[in-house]
């Protein structure tokens, strides 16, 4: 009944507001001595970095000192905004500074909302207040407390293993589902009530014939569309409905992962002719299957896949997707067998790199990629097999004595196994970045895979700018590598490719670099083309090239455009990195001398002076990976490098004390061992002497 949910206390909605009208009418109230917050964001505001960055700014502008608490929201915060400006999520409004401060700014929220504390280690959480029946089910006509409800009861029991598992329903919880469900119903709606239902295996068969015709009606052509179309096709599965494997087949390659969830014949057979047709995120299913189907191991499992990969001349990326499945999978059942909880899936993982870069049950092309794994985790096996002794097989169902015997073969096969091989270039941008470390000192054989990657034209965008980069910033680049592009350049290199999140820069730009230092004969019409209106993405970049063949006229005009505080995508760096090369000096010393120069945003200098303390491999993004050890050992040099002044040492000082190191240091690519952690801890209560 309409009295049973009743609007919530102190919230008086009025006629042309929206959530967002609220929200900002209270955040302009916000404010007070020693803490800020930041005007509402655009576009320009997009990640928490980003944020940072606007605080920094706004401080100097308005004389406050840096320890000024504050707090934002950033662009990516503003979707839980519709275009309405309704609230459809919590709004994440993150900050920085002394929590308890932010804390007491905030207060509950402004009227009809609560702000809820995430702790010193979180963001601030901001929602609609709702109101529950007599049962605890809320109002069927309260968007803003139904989300809630389905996020109570879809929140994980556990995160850390796949498939997720959730607790049972009550029968009051269940019923309110099911009537969600009953006729005249809302597909688009229901599709969130479907989720939650079959995420227990509860649709009942009924409700699935029920929603199939309206879910091919109304979806057709872009089943996937639906917020509820693999819970529904599940069901199909689990019920074995006759018009399931129509329904997959207009489902396309997506229906792979929960083909894997319901085993069948038939369901292997789908996902093999797509693992093989170059569908990786049909690979794990296809390992499930054939497992629980024909294998008795997945050790076996896999060495048949990886045997008809071969048989079919996979990329190595398939075969590499092929290791990460069987490693999650070996590494579940055992904590599935034992109980275990984190961080022994972290043990589990290691201990399976290690060991199956060995196995010759296995093809070589997999045991390659398990080497290139296991050498950034075999000093942590090491480590914990030695401290745990005994208890290692408590933790991991192995032996210390084994494990560290694998480790010995894994070290004896190690320089072999990896010889001539390089990252998966196809790979996310994150993932790149975290083995950014590994080409710092480059050897011969390095030098010689990033070569034969840009001679080969199936290389993307992104694994160009990945090995032009490296080539280019270590001096290795060849006319060679600008003859192999020249065939491409036109219709692969003027394509438009962020580069936001990455150490490297379009590959556009280091190439042309590369063609105006070595003279080449094509440098003329890469600047012809630089300087073209079109197309517009590469406006912002096109100041970047300046580093190649650098002259005085190139930095006037980078100078220029950098006084001008135009949006800096990599501009700053360039100019450090070219008046070096001008001035024969290194590049610290530069942005040392910057750091007395006014005008220039603290927040990027300051980054600037970090990425290039090496400079033979600057680091080119301009928000501290505080998960990289390449930014923590910068950080380092910068702060122990006595030619420096005490500002920019008080800087490396500052981002070392702030890297995850001594947060999160389970989120650091390659992981620390107990030894690094008590050598950096050591490094910075020294430095804080």
Same mark, same amino acid.
């Given at each position: ?12 909605? &009025?006629?042309?507001? /929206? ?24 576009? %320009? ?31 990516? &915060? ?5 275009? /309405? ?73 556990? *995160? ?156 190595? $990326? ?80 192995? %032996? ?215 400079? $033979? ?5 301009? /928000?501290?990976?505080? *998960? ?16 420096? &002044? ?44």
């Amino acid at each position: 009944m309409p009295g049973d949910h009743p609007v919530a206390p102190g919230r008086k909605p &009025s006629k042309g507001r /929206s959530d967002l009208d609220d929200v900002r009418a209270w955040w302009r109230a916000l404010g007070g001595e020693g803490f800020v917050a930041l005007p509402p964001p655009t576009r %320009s505001r997009y990640t928490q970095s980003d944020g940072h960055e606007d605080a920094a700014e706004l401080f100097g502008t308005r004389g406050l000192g840096a320890g000024t608490s504050f707090v934002y929201w950033h662009w990516q &915060s503003q979707q839980a905004f519709d275009r /309405s400006g309704a609230l459809i999520g919590e709004l994440m409004l993150h900050w920085g500074g002394d929590h308890a401060v932010v804390a007491a700014r905030l207060g509950g929220g402004p009227t009809g909302y609560q702000v809820i504390d995430g702790g010193p280690q979180g963001a601030f959480r901001l929602d609609r207040v709702t109101q529950r029946d007599s049962t605890g089910m809320p109002g069927p006509e309260d968007p803003a407390g139904i989300r809630q409800f389905l996020e109570e009861i879809d929140t994980p029991v556990g *995160r850390r293993r796949l498939p997720y598992t959730y607790r049972p329903l009550a029968g009051s919880e269940a019923g309110w589902l099911h009537d969600r469900l009953r006729a005249p119903m809302d597909l688009t709606a229901a599709g969130r009530f479907v989720t939650s239902l079959e995420r227990r295996d509860a649709l009942t068969y009924d409700e699935a014939v029920r929603l199939l015709p309206a879910w091919r009606e109304g979806y057709a052509g872009r089943l996937t569309k639906w917020a509820g179309w693999s819970a529904l096709l599940h069901a199909l599965l689990r019920h074995d409905h006759e018009q399931v494997w129509e329904t997959v087949a207009a489902v396309g390659p997506k229906a792979a992962g929960i083909l894997g969830e319901v085993p069948s014949e038939r369901g292997l057979t789908v996902v093999r002719a797509l693992a093989l047709a170059g569908e990786r995120a049909a690979i794990p299913a296809w390992l499930t299957l054939h497992q629980a189907i024909r294998e008795p191991d997945w050790v076996s499992a896999a060495g048949s896949l990886a045997a008809e990969m071969t048989d079919h001349d996979a990329p190595d $990326a398939s075969v590499r997707a092929l290791f990460s499945a069987l490693s999650r999978a070996v590494t579940a059942a055992w904590l599935r067998g034992s109980g275990a909880a984190y961080p022994a899936d972290l043990s589990c993982a290691a201990l399976a790199a290690v060991r199956f870069s060995t196995d010759e049950r296995l093809p070589r092309r997999l045991r390659v990629v398990a080497a290139d794994t296991a050498r950034e985790r075999v000093a942590a096996l090491r480590e914990e097999a030695t401290r745990l002794g005994p208890a290692y097989a408590e933790l991991t169902g192995t %032996s210390a004595t084994d494990a560290l015997a694998a480790a010995d073969r894994f070290e004896a096969a190690r320089a072999e196994l990896l010889a001539g091989t390089g990252p998966d270039l196809t790979a996310y941008e994150g993932a790149l970045r975290d083995v950014w470390h590994r080409y710092r000192m480059p050897t011969d054989v390095d030098i010689g895979w990033l070569r034969a990657q840009v001679a080969e034209p199936r290389t993307e965008l992104q694994g160009l700018g990945f090995c032009l980069e490296l080539l280019y910033a270590h001096g290795a680049a060849t006319d060679a590598e600008v003859d192999a592009l020249l065939p491409r350049w036109k219709k692969v290199l003027t394509k438009q490719y962020r580069t936001t999140y990455t150490e490297w820069r379009h590959p556009m730009v280091t190439w042309t670099c590369m063609a105006l230092d070595l003279g080449h004969p094509v440098a003329a019409e890469l600047l012809a083309w630089w300087t073209k209106p079109k197309p517009l993405w590469k406006n912002d970049l096109r100041l970047l090239t300046h580093l190649g063949a650098p002259d005085e006229s190139k930095a006037v005009e980078l100078w220029e455009f950098i006084a001008s505080g135009a949006h800096d995508t990599g501009h700053l760096m360039t100019w450090v990195l070219m008046r070096a090369r001008l001035d024969g000096v290194p590049p610290l010393q530069v942005a040392d001398r910057l750091l007395c120069e006014s005008g220039l945003s603290a927040y990027v200098l300051h980054r600037v002076l970090i990425g290039v303390a090496d400079p $033979a491999q600057p680091l080119w993004h301009y /928000s501290v990976n505080a *998960r990289s050890w390449d930014w923590w050992r910068r950080a380092q040099q910068v702060a122990d490098d006595a030619s420096l &002044s005490a500002s920019a040492r008080a800087i490396g000082l500052d981002t070392a004390r702030g890297h995850y190191l001594f947060r999160y240091p389970d989120q650091v690519r390659p992981a620390p061992t107990k030894a690094d952690l008590a050598t950096a801890r050591a490094w910075i209560d020294q430095h804080s002497q």
